[in-house]
DNA sequence: GCGGCACTGTGACGGCCATCACCGCGACTA
DNA sequence: TAGTCGCGGTGATGGCCGTCACAGTGCCGC
């Protein structure tokens, strides 16, 4: 079976590779067995677009793998990222809870397997399983918690180094420490970082040369190594 | 019963004049009745602090009346606005749910009543009430909107004008339109509002002075009319 | 009244950074 | 191999607005 875009459809939920450790792992079993009979699975290439901001909420997506852009936008082409999604995390779920039109757009930007189920099967089954409707407040309590965080990054910071250095070190706060470096890959392209920080392309450009400069971190091609977290640091608290 | 500060503390949850139309109203009775044993009440003076940003979530308060200012601040001494809660909002879901650390700080600015429900009740409510479950996730998703909102208004905007016009446009948004104008009382001063949209006190008063000018909008006292929308409208678009 | 305090209003100055413009580079296509 | 396109890098310029400083105003308690 061929998915559009020549990816390789998977056939449910329960051969996704990330079931176990997320969202409702750990419901009862026929709850879980109810909740994967629901959900169609679907491939979607890179520039796909899952749900726009302001259209009605149709359900919630849950992703198996690759990466999708949360951005929201104002008339007048400006754009605003608000995070990176990854594998596990199911989007669309403040919308489809409470009925409101989604509030982001989603784009697809590294193909991605996703999990879809409708508003009605979503809500139908939240309400038979009391156990689930807590672990969706739960994450939606967590996603909570990053919109604020990037909301400290944007508004808390009066200069742009800050904000970038804010950034990377939230990035640096997801991944390993090894001998005090911080190893990662970085698939944004600077104009993207520059929509998650609220700065213009130019300046992110420029505060890159500065901090590798400076010693702080070291480029090579996707790869970003932070080499002195502590001045990365000293630059937020200036 | 007097409580500190002169105020009279209501008993409980069910004298509470809003309890009818918000989170928990459109429950079964006998849940309503269980949850009503719960919480305490208590009121607290202008000035008071619910929680602390970083403190780990004690518990819920819930607003029978009075004004809560919800921010963050960074080290050195900068705040953030997100929102000013009012009568019936829930505070503290987030952490409570999630049992992170509270990840906002909420002082009182105008003298206020609230229940308090403390982390394990709440926990333990949920988990025998489904419904309530799935009726504290809608809260989240809504709580969800306003901190995007607020996003978006910091966020895209380029200049403290539109930012300044698009607060004052989501005022607007949630008070009654009558012969092409809106009434509102701001209790806020120029300082909060500068940091409800990351601009500088100062900033704030020229804008003020300049919106007037141009007929945008007029101020008695604490009353704020919002004279030409459009006008305001076209500010953002700019 | 009078001092103190919180808030508003206003001028001057300077720095940060958005914007524009242009170049180099690698990848991919024809 | 030339052409195109997306991306990164860089200089010049100008304006917005944050900051500092201080004056004016209303409100409070004493």
Chains 1, 2 share one sequence.
Not at 31 to 52: C, D, E, M, R
Request: proline residues 4%; glycine residues 6%.
């Amino acid at each position: 079976m061929r998915a559009p875009y020549g990816l390789e459809i998977i056939e449910s939920c329960l051969s996704c590779p990330h079931r176990e450790d997320r969202l409702f792992c750990n419901l009862p079993p026929p709850a879980v067995q109810k909740l994967a009979a629901i959900p169609s699975a679907a491939a979607y290439p890179k520039g796909a677009t899952l749900f726009v901001e302001g259209q009605s909420a149709r359900g919630v997506f849950i992703l198996c793998s690759g990466k999708v852009k949360l951005s929201t936008s104002s008339a007048d082409g400006k754009s605003l990222i608000l995070r990176i999604s990854e594998q596990g995390e199911v989007l669309g779920l403040p919308a489809t809870v409470t009925g409101k039109p989604y509030e982001l757009t989603a784009d697809v930007i590294e193909p991605t397997q996703a999990n879809f189920i409708s508003r009605t099967d979503f809500l139908l089954f939240l309400r038979e399983h009391g156990e689930a409707a807590l672990r969706v407040a739960q994450q939606l309590g967590e996603t909570y918690h990053l919109a604020i965080a990037e909301m400290r990054t944007i508004g808390l910071s009066r200069s742009a180094a800050e904000k970038l250095a804010r950034f990377l070190l939230d990035l640096a706060a997801n991944h390993d420490e090894e001998k005090g470096e911080v190893k990662l890959t970085l698939t944004l392209t600077h104009e993207e970082i520059a929509q998650m920080i609220g700065a213009s392309r130019e300046t992110v450009t420029r505060l890159f040369a500065d901090f590798k400069k400076k010693d702080f971190l070291q480029v090579k091609g996707s790869t970003l190594i932070i080499r002195n977290k502590a001045g990365l640091e000293s630059v937020v608290a200036a």
